[in-house]
């Protein structure tokens, strides 16, 4: 997909700034971790380049905001508001319950709520 020549240049800088910035900030300010996993268990490089897509044809990446979302839900991202981490309400009893709960979360700082029906069997 890529020149060849521009993904040694990129290779070159990647490895660059891994003996240079990165290694000289480890030093004073180490990672929590040695190795970072998603909580499926995939491992997350410690940064992207062009060298990790340069088989893939920019169809399959795609846009932010845009089908198959694999750069995500937003254009701009998280960079214009800060992740929404919802709590899934609702406690099954009354929708007057339900309220109550919404209005107390809402009131300690709950940015976002998700609803769910409980269900009885």
């Known amino acids: ?24 900030f480890l030093e004073r300010q180490p990672e929590t971790r040695a190795e970072y996993r998603t909580r499926s268990g995939i491992s997350v490089k410690r940064v992207d380049t062009a060298e990790d897509v340069a088989d893939i044809s920019p169809e399959d990446i ?8 694999t750069r995500g839900p937003y254009p701009t991202m998280y960079r214009g508001r800060l992740w929404a981490m919802r709590q899934i309400a609702g ?22 709520l998700t609803w769910t029906s409980i269900c009885c069997p």
């Open 1 to 24: 997909m890529f020149d060849p020549e521009a993904l040694r240049g990129i290779r070159s800088a990647r490895e660059s700034w891994e003996a240079g910035a990165l290694r000289s």
């Open 62 to 69: 795609g846009l932010p905001s845009q089908y198959p979302f």
């Open 91 to 112: 406690d099954g009893a009354t929708g007057e319950a339900t309220n109550r709960r919404f209005r107390y979360l809402i009131e300690q700082g709950q940015a976002g």
